[in-house]
């Protein structure tokens, strides 16, 4: 047991007892009080995102897509709840852990909307032009995804539930696990994305040409764009995260906060904005659920292996009776026959 001398020459057992007027910085969770005027911006701007998301996603029915955003932006107001009680408490355990813990995988959620969003870009573009099936990149990034939130959080959980000073350092070491499988998640996502767009330069012949009054608009390429930016903060935040933690909470990074609030705050603000702002429900032109694949065979779905979304098919097309994909290659008659 760690004793605490106050300012007084008090001694306490426990220093969650201490408060800024009685007992020295060296003795709190870290070795700052959190600036209350940053962290109740960050809090006010992940607030004011909820009402978009929320508006835009029951608009255009993006309820995956939603609810990660949702998700990832309740923690991170909770999380920075936690940093306005630590600058009037920097010694009360219960609002670090809250931090800590809604900070660490809140970034987790975001991740997971970005990562539906590959497999509805590359239907738009053209299955085609892809060297993996749209629903193989949800499947595989959803997993992984799926798998870095539960070492975060089973961490997390480790490190709140604790009774001494080596099953906290393991939970640690849980969530430091976690956020490098996220880091390495996230660089395969980011390869893989510009793979698919040197495919698209190389074999233009492969691109669905029916969905070009889509992907024209100046609201669909700013939705790339800001994906872009949203996924590169979000990595560079799960780098910084992954090495604030296994410094430990004695090292330089956990208590820097100008560099928190640069490396952490800021770059989830950046995804998040950027993940709202373009949002791909206006993005994709109200089309995103019609533009989602489906787990079931081609035939069935009504999509276009190589012509795309349905919805693109004139009328004059499919009444003309002219020959499909699906009449020319008898592969494709029976659905059994579909990987």
């Not at 609201?219 to 764009?225: D, E, H, R, V």
């Not at 699906?326 to 008659?333: A, P, R, V």
Request: glycine share 10%.
């Amino acid at each position: 047991m760690e004793y605490v001398v106050t300012f007084n020459g008090t001694i306490l057992d426990d220093a969650g007892l201490c408060t800024i007027e009685t007992c020295s910085l060296k003795y709190a969770n870290f070795e700052y009080i959190p600036n209350l005027a940053g962290n109740i911006i960050f809090l006010a701007i992940f607030g004011i995102l909820l009402v978009p998301q929320i508006f835009f996603g029951i608009k255009y029915k993006t309820w995956g897509y939603m609810a990660g955003m949702l998700g990832g932006l309740l923690l991170e107001i909770i999380g920075y709840v936690g940093r306005v009680q630590i600058h009037f408490n920097p010694f009360q355990f219960d609002p670090f852990l809250e931090y800590l813990i809604c900070l660490t995988i809140g970034p987790a959620f975001l991740t997971a909307s970005i990562y539906l969003c590959l497999a509805r870009i590359v239907v738009m573009y053209g299955e085609g032009a892809s060297r993996i099936k749209p629903r193989t990149y949800t499947i595989v990034f959803i997993s992984c995804d799926f798998l870095s939130l539960v070492l975060q959080g089973g961490g997390g959980g480790l490190t709140a539930t604790s009774n001494d000073p080596n099953s906290t350092q393991t939970g640690v070491n849980i969530m430091v696990a976690g956020l490098i499988f996220q880091v390495v998640s996230l660089t395969v996502f980011m390869l893989l994305c510009v793979d698919f767009a040197f495919r698209l330069r190389r074999y233009p012949n492969k691109v669905n040409s029916s969905t070009i009054s889509v992907r024209s608009t100046f609201k669909w390429k700013a939705f790339l764009i800001c994906l872009a930016i949203a996924t590169i903060t979000i990595f560079v935040r799960s780098i910084f995260r992954a090495a604030e933690l296994y410094q430990g909470f004695d090292g330089a990074l956990a208590n820097q906060e100008i560099t928190f609030m640069i490396l952490e705050g800021a770059m989830v603000v950046i995804a998040c904005i950027c993940l709202t702002l373009f949002h791909p429900g206006v993005s994709f032109g109200g089309k995103w659920d019609q533009g989602n694949f489906k787990f079931r065979p081609l035939k069935q779905r009504g999509l276009e292996q190589t012509t795309g979304p349905a919805w693109e098919m004139t009328d004059d097309r499919r009444s003309a009776g002219r020959e499909t994909p699906y009449e020319s290659d008898n592969s494709l008659k029976n659905p059994h026959n579909q990987v």
